[in-house]
C-alpha cells in the first residue's frame, strides 16, 4: 500500500475512534453492573477501566472474571469495599476520574488511605517493615522501587495500574490464604429477634454474604455455616433441644473445616433499655487469640463513620454463648446492632449500613491476621 493510502485508513480509524467516544452513553447512575451481565454498558465499563489503566483486554460486553478482577482492583486501590460489583459508587467514581482526565498514581509526598493500605499491602510481602503511616515517603518510595524491580517494572516509584495490579496479584500468589467460618446466626424456623420489619435472620445472613464476597476479594477463603435461611439442627444429634442441636452443628463445621478464625453475626434486643446501641463483641477468654481478634473488630465497628451520636461505641465482653464456649477455635460472636433501638433499627433495614458494618469486620479481622503474621 502506498504511504497516501495509509495516512487515510489510519485517518479514519482517529475518526472512528474520536466519534464513538463522543456517542459512547454516559453509565446511568442507577445501573448496577456485574458478573454474567453482557451488553453496551459492561463494554462502555471495560473502555473506562481500560482508559485509566485497570483492564488490558479487549471490551468485549461480557462481564466475566477479567472484568470482575478489574473491579476490584480499581475499587482496592480507591478504598471503596472490593466486592467486585460495579454498582453506583464505583460507577460514579469511573466517570468522575474520566471525566477530569485524573491520573491514577500514588507517589512521594502524597498521604492518605490510598497510601496507607498501599503501605500495607508491602508489609505483607515483607518490603516494608515499618507501621504503615499513609505518608508516602523515603522508605515507602524505596519499597516500591524495590518491588518493581523485582517484577520487571520500571523502577520509578510510581505506584500506578500497572504496579498496582501487579503488587496485589503477588500478594494472592505468594501469601497464604487465611480461613476464616462465617456464621450467620439463626434461620429457617428460628427468626432470632424481630422488630418493626426488620428479622435478625436475615440481616444475619445478609451481612454475612456481603463479608464473604469482601474477603474472597481478599486474601481469605471462607465457609458459612449456613447460605440459605435454614436452621441447621438436621445436621447434629448432639442436644436435647432443637436449638441446641443447630448450635452442635454450628460448632462442628467451624472445627471440621479448621479455620485460622471464626465470627459469628447477630443482632442485639434490649426490650428493657431501648437507649441502648452500637456493636458489642463477645468473646470466650479461656482462648487467647480470641481476645484480641475482639479487639480489632470492636474497634473497627465503633469507628465507623458517620454514626457519632446514633451509635454507641462498646467494649468487648466476655460472654457463656455456645458457640463460644464449645470452640477451641480462635473466634468471636458480635451482636452488630440494636433492634429495639429506634434508630438502629432503621440503620438495619439500610443496605449501606449493612455494607460498612461487614466492612467494619472486615478490616478488623485485616488487623488482626496482619499483626499475627
Ligand atoms: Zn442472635
Not at 453492573?33 to 465499563?45: C, N, T
Not at 520500571?154 to 504496579?163: E, I, K, N, R, S
Not at 418493626?196 to 477463603?221: H, R
Not at 436435647?240 to 442485639?268: C, G, M, Q, Y
Amino acid at each position: 500500500m502506498s504511504k497516501g493510502i495509509i495516512r487515510y485508513i489510519l485517518l479514519g480509524l482517529c475518526l472512528i475512534i474520536i466519534l464513538q467516544a463522543l456517542t459512547q452513553p454516559a453509565l446511568a447512575e442507577t445501573t448496577v453492573l456485574k458478573k454474567g451481565m453482557s451488553g453496551k454498558a459492561v463494554e462502555s465499563l471495560q473502555d473506562n477501566l481500560r482508559s485509566l489503566g485497570f483492564f488490558n483486554h479487549e471490551c468485549t460486553g461480557y462481564f466475566g472474571d477479567i472484568t470482575q478482577e478489574a473491579v476490584i482492583f480499581f475499587q482496592k486501590y480507591n478504598c471503596l469495599s472490593a466486592d467486585g460489583i460495579a454498582g453506583k459508587e464505583t460507577l460514579s467514581l469511573i466517570s468522575k476520574f474520566i471525566e477530569e482526565n485524573t491520573v491514577m498514581v500514588l507517589k512521594k509526598g502524597m498521604s492518605g488511605e490510598k497510601v496507607l493500605n498501599l503501605q500495607k499491602d508491602l508489609r505483607t510481602l515483607r518490603l516494608f517493615n515499618q507501621e504503615p503511616t499513609g505518608y508516602f515517603g523515603s522508605v515507602t518510595h524505596e519499597s516500591v522501587v524495590k518491588f518493581q524491580k523485582n517484577h520487571n517494572l520500571t523502577p520509578d516509584g510510581y505506584v500506578q495500574p500497572a504496579t498496582y495490579i501487579k503488587l496485589q496479584r503477588v500478594i494472592k500468589e505468594t501469601v497464604k490464604k487465611t480461613k476464616i467460618v462465617i456464621d450467620p446466626g439463626h434461620g429457617g424456623v428460628d427468626p432470632g429477634t424481630q422488630k418493626n420489619g426488620v428479622v435478625e435472620k436475615e440481616v444475619n445472613l445478609d451481612i454475612s454474604k456481603k463479608l464473604q464476597a469482601l474477603m474472597n476479594s481478599g486474601n481469605y477463603d471462607t465457609v458459612l455455616t449456613r447460605k440459605n435461611d435454614v436452621s441447621l439442627d438436621s445436621l447434629s444429634n448432639n442436644g436435647d433441644t432443637r436449638e441446641r442441636r443447630d448450635l452442635s452443628a454450628r460448632v462442628n463445621i467451624i472445627s471440621e473445616n479448621k479455620p485460622e478464625l471464626f465470627v459469628s453475626i447477630h443482632v442485639n434486643s434490649n426490650p428493657w433499655n431501648p437507649d441502648l446501641s452500637g456493636s458489642i463483641v463477645y468473646y470466650n477468654d479461656k482462648i487467647p487469640k480470641s481476645k484480641a481478634l475482639a479487639v480489632s473488630i470492636q474497634n473497627a465497628l465503633n469507628n465507623i463513620p458517620g454514626y457519632a451520636g446514633i451509635r454507641a461505641k462498646n467494649s468487648i465482653r466476655t460472654e457463656n454463648f455456645y458457640i463460644l464456649r464449645n470452640s477451641s477455635i480462635p473466634g468471636i460472636l458480635v451482636e452488630t446492632a440494636f433492634i429495639t433501638n429506634k434508630q438502629e433499627n432503621k440503620l438495619l433495614k439500610q443496605k449501606d449500613f449493612r455494607e460498612k458494618i461487614s466492612k467494619a469486620i472486615m478490616e478488623g479481622i485485616d488487623e488482626h491476621v496482619a499483626s499475627n503474621n
